[in-house]
């Protein structure tokens, strides 16, 4: 619990409060620290930022960025694309649940992952 109020400082103040009482961006910390909670050798993350306010997936995103470099694997489904490849290592974009382009996160192509995203060939 002490480090996920760490990962997620503002839980601690509401840590008396029911996680339905708590916003959608708190919901979303809650239900990401009590994953965490498990110590978990794999994190597969949905959507983390789907619906949040800005701010909100920033402090999201901010934490997740300090799990890198631990010994667990984060599988992240983002469709802030630009978000996602600041923290990833490496990207995978599937398109009717095949791999339709892959590689180094640091050498992503953004026009070339919308071209794949959306099943357009590269010229």
Same mark, same amino acid.
């Given at each position: 619990?002490?480090?996920?109020?760490?990962?997620?400082?503002?839980?601690?103040?509401?840590?008396?409060?029911?996680?339905?009482?708590?916003?959608?961006?708190?919901?979303?910390?809650?239900?990401?620290?009590?994953?965490?909670?498990?110590?978990?050798?794999?994190?597969?993350?949905?959507?983390?930022?789907?619906?949040?306010?800005?701010?909100?997936?920033?402090?999201?995103?901010? *934490?997740?960025?300090?799990?890198?470099?631990?010994?667990? *694997?984060?599988?992240?489904?983002?469709?802030?694309?630009?978000?996602?490849?600041?923290?990833?290592?490496?990207?995978?974009?599937?398109?009717?649940?095949?791999?339709?382009?892959?590689?180094? *996160?640091?050498?992503?192509?953004?026009?070339?992952?919308?071209?794949?995203?959306?099943?357009?060939?590269?010229?």
């Amino acid at each position: 619990m002490e480090a996920v109020c760490r990962l997620f400082p503002i839980l601690k103040d509401f840590a008396d409060r029911p996680a339905a009482l708590l916003s959608g961006g708190q919901q979303q910390m809650v239900a990401i620290g009590r994953a965490l909670m498990a110590n978990p050798a794999v994190l597969l993350l949905d959507e983390v930022s789907l619906g949040l306010a800005p701010v909100v997936a920033d402090e999201v995103h901010a *934490a997740l960025a300090g799990l890198r470099g631990t010994e667990m *694997a984060i599988i992240l489904v983002e469709q802030d694309i630009t978000r996602a490849l600041r923290q990833a290592d490496s990207f995978l974009c599937l398109l009717e649940g095949r791999v339709a382009l892959q590689g180094s *996160a640091q050498d992503a192509d953004l026009v070339a992952i919308g071209r794949a995203y959306f099943g357009e060939e590269s010229s």
